[in-house]
């Protein structure tokens, strides 16, 4: 039997991972290279593998009803690493998947280095060779020689925005008497959030405070967009008073103890971010506030008076390619097809899209390499849907960054009832997704 050629990934963070991790589960050989810790981002902190930056959440786990719960599954039924690895390190956080993020890395950057069929190199890449097969997987922070020489290469102008990061408490520092733990909605056990309580004048003080507040200033050449998905708080509040009482700050489904059970008017939540329980994230408070700023205006919170932050949000630049102009059906180079591109660089938002399209990437390559023609997932999946919006984009609209949602999937046949739609949205698309994994993820020959 001939044996496959090797494979560079370069990049080790989720999607990377995730690629290489499929490839080397087909019999192929694996390269996979890694900057850290030789040289750093803006936003990373550890040398581990599949380091999470942002958030320790990879939101909601429902598949009978949410988009990137369905995706979660889709995941799991492909023998996804990262799944596994949330799955294994998993804290919790009512309906939602949050992971332990020390444990969730250590696990994979294990399995990584452990694998036979993977080399993991620490060192940074600044140039694609000519020839042999690449998974460019190096994610929103690729750096700079890199990322120079890809727009040099691809022809294309650099597309970016901006992501921010929320800030993290250390738990014995919160003031258990003026706050309670409820999960909204009473969800999950019920009681897998923090919850810090505003009445109206605190509310508005909070809110005038965030509009008020010294922010980090953006250099001329750095003026992006933000990314709608996880704008800053502080952004929200200049929309309006009432914003954030409909989004991170909304107190439904939550009852304040301390005040017999009544429903405050606005809520600041927490969830726990480590296994331990010692360290808990603010969520939905992504800010590109000062540090001092921070200190001072979210010790104002009823309950963190005396917080002591573990880390303060920041704000980093994400950046991604024209995908639909320049990449095949199979996430390769319309140009040079053994170069392939995989993770938040094509154009996706979140941590599972990332990994989604390093699985994609991977199960694709693989095909290739075994002599076949890939058969891309159904469109009707929640995999499909997201790979047709990288490489199809929408005709006459500036290609931008998307999370997984069901306006990606074809509507169902006939008139089903709304309440229901979702759920069949979510059968349909595992249904298919089973019939792509019985053809083998090939094409007909």
Same mark, same amino acid.
Not at 66 to 76: D, F, I, K, T, W
Not at 240 to 245: D, H, I
């Given at each position: 039997?001939?044996?496959?050629?090797?494979?560079?990934?370069?990049?080790?963070?989720?999607?990377?991972?995730?690629?290489?991790?499929?490839?080397?589960?087909?019999?192929?050989?694996?390269?996979?290279?890694?900057?850290?810790?030789?040289?750093?981002?803006?936003?990373?902190?550890?040398?581990?593998?599949?380091?999470?930056?942002?958030?320790?959440?990879?939101?909601?786990?429902?598949?009978?009803?949410?988009?990137? #719960? *369905?995706?979660?599954?889709?995941?799991? =039924? %492909? @023998? &996804?690493?990262? !799944? /596994?690895?949330? $799955? +294994?390190?998993?804290?919790?956080?009512?309906?939602?998947?949050?992971?332990?993020?020390?444990?969730?890395?250590?696990?994979?950057?294990?399995?990584?280095?452990?694998?036979?069929?993977?080399?993991?190199?620490?060192?940074?890449?600044?140039?694609?060779?000519?020839?042999?097969?690449?998974?460019?997987?190096?994610?929103?922070?690729?750096?700079? #020689? *890199?990322?120079?020489?890809?727009?040099? =290469? %691809? @022809? &294309?102008?650099? !597309? /970016?925005?901006? $992501? +921010?990061?929320?800030?993290?408490?250390?738990?014995?520092?919160?003031?258990?008497?003026?706050?309670?733990?409820?999960?909204?909605?009473?969800?999950?056990?019920?009681?897998?959030?923090?919850?810090?309580?505003?009445?109206?004048?605190?509310?508005?003080?909070?809110?005038?405070?965030?509009?008020?507040?010294?922010?980090?200033?953006?250099?001329?050449?750095?003026?992006?967009?933000?990314?709608?998905?996880?704008?800053?708080?502080?952004?929200?509040?200049?929309?309006?008073?009432?914003?954030?009482?409909?989004?991170?700050?909304?107190?439904?489904?939550?009852?304040?103890?301390?005040?017999?059970?009544?429903?405050?008017?606005?809520?600041?939540?927490?969830?726990?971010?480590?296994?331990?329980?010692?360290?808990?994230?603010?969520?939905?408070?992504?800010?590109?506030?000062?540090?001092?700023?921070?200190?001072?205006?979210?010790?104002?919170?009823?309950?963190?008076?005396?917080?002591?932050?573990?880390?303060?949000?920041?704000?980093?630049?994400?950046?991604?390619?024209?995908?639909?102009?320049?990449?095949?059906?199979?996430?390769?180079?319309?140009?040079?097809?053994?170069?392939?591109?995989?993770?938040?660089?094509?154009?996706?938002?979140?941590?599972?899209?990332?990994?989604?399209?390093?699985?994609?990437?991977?199960?694709?390559?693989?095909?290739?390499?075994?002599?076949?023609?890939?058969?891309?997932?159904?469109?009707?999946?929640?995999?499909?849907?997201?790979?047709?919006?990288?490489?199809?984009?929408?005709?006459?609209?500036?290609?931008?960054?998307?999370?997984?949602?069901?306006?990606?999937?074809?509507?169902?046949?006939?008139?089903?009832?709304?309440?229901?739609?979702?759920?069949?949205?979510?059968?349909?698309?595992?249904?298919?997704?089973?019939?792509?994994?019985?053809?083998?993820?090939?094409?007909?020959?």
């Amino acid at each position: 039997m001939t044996a496959l050629p090797e494979v560079w990934v370069i990049g080790a963070g989720l999607a990377g991972c995730e690629a290489a991790w499929q490839l080397a589960q087909r019999g192929v050989p694996v390269r996979l290279w890694e900057m850290r810790p030789r040289r750093s981002s803006p936003a990373h902190r550890t040398d581990q593998l599949a380091e999470l930056v942002c958030s320790n959440s990879l939101r909601s786990d429902d598949y009978q009803n949410n988009a990137v #719960g *369905l995706l979660h599954q889709e995941m799991r =039924l %492909l @023998g &996804s690493l990262i !799944l /596994a690895a949330a $799955d +294994a390190n998993r804290v919790p956080a009512g309906g939602a998947l949050a992971v332990d993020r020390e444990g969730f890395s250590q696990w994979i950057t294990g399995r990584i280095a452990h694998h036979p069929g993977i080399t993991l190199v620490r060192e940074e890449v600044t140039d694609l060779p000519p020839e042999g097969w690449v998974v460019v997987a190096t994610g929103p922070l690729t750096s700079a #020689g *890199l990322f120079d020489n890809l727009t040099t =290469l %691809l @022809g &294309s102008r650099q !597309l /970016a925005f901006f $992501d +921010a990061i929320a800030p993290i408490v250390h738990v014995e520092s919160i003031d258990f008497s003026k706050v309670w733990r409820q999960s909204r909605y009473d969800k999950g056990p019920g009681n897998d959030y923090i919850n810090c309580p505003l009445d109206r004048g605190q509310y508005a003080a909070f809110v005038a405070g965030l509009v008020a507040g010294e922010k980090v200033a953006f250099r001329d050449f750095e003026r992006v967009p933000y990314f709608e998905g996880c704008l800053p708080i502080e952004v929200m509040a200049e929309r309006g008073l009432e914003t954030l009482r409909y989004g991170p700050m909304k107190p439904v489904g939550l009852n304040n103890p301390h005040q017999e059970g009544r429903q405050p008017h606005a809520v600041v939540q927490l969830r726990q971010d480590n296994r331990l329980g010692t360290l808990w994230n603010m969520v939905g408070f992504q800010t590109k506030l000062t540090w001092p700023e921070q200190r001072r205006l979210f010790t104002t919170i009823p309950g963190l008076e005396q917080a002591e932050f573990m880390r303060l949000g920041a704000l980093h630049r994400n950046t991604f390619i024209n995908s639909p102009k320049l990449l095949n059906a199979h996430l390769g180079l319309r140009t040079r097809p053994n170069w392939m591109f995989a993770g938040q660089i094509t154009g996706v938002e979140g941590y599972v899209e990332s990994a989604a399209m390093g699985l994609l990437a991977g199960i694709f390559l693989g095909v290739r390499l075994q002599g076949f023609r890939p058969l891309a997932p159904p469109p009707t999946t929640a995999l499909g849907g997201l790979l047709s919006h990288v490489v199809n984009g929408m005709q006459g609209v500036e290609f931008q960054p998307m999370n997984v949602n069901y306006g990606l999937l074809p509507p169902l046949a006939g008139n089903s009832p709304k309440r229901h739609r979702k759920s069949a949205m979510s059968q349909r698309a595992l249904t298919d997704l089973q019939g792509w994994v019985a053809a083998k993820m090939v094409e007909n020959p």
